[in-house]
Every structure is written in C-alpha cells, then in structure tokens.
C-alpha cells in the first residue's frame, strides 16, 4: 500500500459529462502530480501541485482543470468528456517540490470508460 | 519521437529465465534512471533508480545505464512469476523543472 488514496476506481460516464477524481497524498506529501495512462501512449503527465500551487503543466488539456486544497488532497476536473479521454488516471505523491531522485508514489487509480 | 522508447512486448519468459528489459532515451539533460513495476489493477511502484551511468543490484534485480549510448537496461536473475507485471522504465532530467518522464512499459509475463 502506497498510501496514497484515490476515488472513485471506476467510473463509467457518457459524452460531454464532467466528473471528478479525487486524490488524498501520503501523509507529509506536500506534491501531488497527475497522470494519465493509455495502452497508447503510456503515462503521461498532466499537471504538478506543491503546497496548493500549481507548480507545472504537462499534456493537461483545456477541459481538464485541477487543484489542490489545504488539507493537501486534490482532484481533478474532466469535462465535456469524449470518447479518447478513456484512460486510467493516477496521482502520485512525493515529499518534495520536485522529485530530486524521480520516486513518485502511485495510488491505484481511477479507471474512467466514456461511452 | 519520445524521449524515452521502450518496446511494449509482451514478453513471455520460463521460470527460472534472466529477463532483459531496455529502453533508449533521447534527452541528455536526464540524470536519473528508474524502474517501476506495476502489476495489473495497481498503481506504478519504483523498483530501483540509478543515478548517471553504472550498474545498481539489488537482490535479484540489477539495473544498468550507459549515457553515452542512451541505454538503460533491467535484469532479473531467476524470475518468479510473481515478477509477472508491466515494468515502466523512468528518467528525471537535471536542472530546471524536474519532470518523470516514463517509456511505454513491457509486459512481461514469466510462466511456471
């Protein structure tokens, strides 16, 4: 167990919906990070939260928005969903506001199927 | 192109077998190297990382990379099938941002 929780597991939604994951860090994790995993592309990362700031963007699209709130937790916002944004998304968490030596800790993440 | 190539596999292996996994990688700027493994339904955990060029063990792991030829490589001795799993390689650049980078991931299964 990593630590770090993620909801929902699963979540089956239809076109242009909106949903929401959540993401509670480990304990002490002051970073959050986003990623997205397809059998395609891999996992790619979306987007970096140290401390409640955004501290870097990646392939994150316009549709998609995220924060994180005090208590250290974040969730991100899916919205107008199409078919392509299928794809399991992971947050991952770590003490720092980088990672000096790459180790991230990955919750189990939630498996979005848009139909 | 991707800065980080990695043959998606699957990857069938004996018991008993040494497995070889590789990737390539394009970005010099990149400094360290990890393995996660993530086994179905699960989220990535990191297996080893190692910094510049060289080897790394650990028990019956051994990771290995060349920065002059952009290859970074995984070896298992006397794979179990509880090694059956998907193993992402991962690499941090230096300086700057320090973003993960991941390659694809191989699926390698190891049958008893």
């Known amino acids: 167990d990593s630590g770090v929780t993620q909801t929902p597991k699963h979540l089956i939604t239809a076109t242009g919906q909106r949903v929401t994951l959540r993401c509670s860090p480990r304990s002490g994790d002051l970073s959050v990070y986003w990623y997205q995993q397809s059998l395609d592309q891999g996992l790619q990362f979306l987007i970096h939260y140290y401390n409640g700031e955004e501290r870097a963007k990646g392939n994150i699209l316009e549709r998609f928005s995220a924060q994180q709130f005090p208590d250290l937790h974040s969730e991100l916002n899916l919205s107008s969903l199409e078919l392509g944004d299928s794809a399991l998304y992971f947050c991952a968490s770590s003490v720092w506001q980088g990672t000096n030596t790459g180790e991230l800790f990955f919750g189990e993440g939630s498996r979005l199927t848009v139909l | 192109q991707k800065e980080v190539e990695q043959d998606p596999g699957p990857l069938s292996v004996p018991e008993g077998a040494i497995v070889s996994l590789n990737c390539t990688y394009s970005?010099?700027?990149?400094?360290?190297f990890m393995w996660y493994r993530q086994y179905s339904r699960k989220g990535p955990e990191l297996l080893m990382y190692t910094y510049s060029s060289g080897n790394k063990e650990d028990g019956r792991f051994t990771a290995q990379v060349d920065k002059s030829s952009k290859y970074i490589s995984l070896f298992i001795r006397d794979s179990q099938p509880s090694d059956s799993a998907t193993y992402l390689c991962?690499?941090?650049?230096?300086?700057?941002?320090?973003?993960?980078?991941f390659g694809i991931g191989t699926k390698l299964q190891v049958i008893p």
């Open positions: 991962a690499a941090l650049n230096s300086g700057g941002y320090q973003k993960v980078t």
């Open positions: 970005n010099s700027a990149f400094q360290y």
